[in-house]
């Protein structure tokens, strides 16, 4: 083998390397949000610190951001606010290093409701007005309808019957330009009807 051919077959080498291990953190990611939606957060932040070290290692920013944000989740669900600030900001710099639209939107809609059910929900609600804009200019409907909803639960929950059935409403509005049919909007639809019945103060 010549020097030209041994350098193309380390090079080959190093990249099936690569993409096997970044398919591997991939894989580590998802084991974690598994994890994380059973509450087994100690094996979900376990899983998530693998796949941090890999994405870093092999300098993929995207899949850091990715992991920065579960993480961030994993720490709010734990009320570990400050924390799941830190990992949150972390994940907006790498999103937005990358241009990933998407990502940056979800990590506002991350820290609005954090900042919103923690007692800031000025500050709350403008995180989440960037988000609703951001997912407006992507496109993503989905994510739209489930900042509506999120607010109209807040809303309901004060006793502010006429604005949460307003922004539920939106939510459902949302919810069946994708599907009317959809188990979520099933459930927007039960709980606006529930929302409803409530009786005035």
């Known amino acids: ?18 993409g096997d291990a970044i398919n591997y953190a991939n894989t580590l990611l998802e084991l974690g949000e598994v994890l994380f939606r059973s509450n087994d957060f100690e094996k979900a932040l376990s899983k998530y610190s693998e796949a941090l070290f890999i994405y870093h290692k092999y300098s993929n920013e995207t899949g850091e951001a990715k992991v920065l944000q579960a993480i961030g989740d994993v720490q709010q669900f734990r009320d570990e606010r400050d ?5 949150y900001n972390q994940a907006l710099q790498l999103f937005r290093q990358v241009g990933a639209k998407l990502g940056e939107a979800n990590v506002y809609y991350s820290r ?22 951001i997912y407006g200019e992507i496109g993503s409907i989905s994510s739209q309808a489930n900042i509506f909803f999120f607010l109209g639960q807040v809303f309901a929950s004060a ?7 307003k922004l539920i409403t939106q939510a459902i509005e ?9 188990p979520v909007t099933i459930y927007m639809k039960e709980y606006l009807q529930k929302v409803k019945e409530i009786k005035d103060n």
Request: proline share 5%; no cysteine.
């Open 112 to 133: 609005g409701k954090m900042l919103v059910v923690s007692g800031n929900p000025q500050e709350g609600l403008e995180e989440l007005q960037t988000a609703l804009n």
């Open 1 to 18: 083998m010549n020097p030209d051919e041994e350098m193309a077959e380390s090079l080959n080498n190093r990249e099936n390397s690569q």
């Open 83 to 87: 924390e799941a600030l830190e990992s």
């Open 159 to 165: 006793g502010q019957k006429t604005e949460a059935i």
């Open 174 to 182: 949302l919810g069946e330009k994708i599907d009317p049919n959809h």
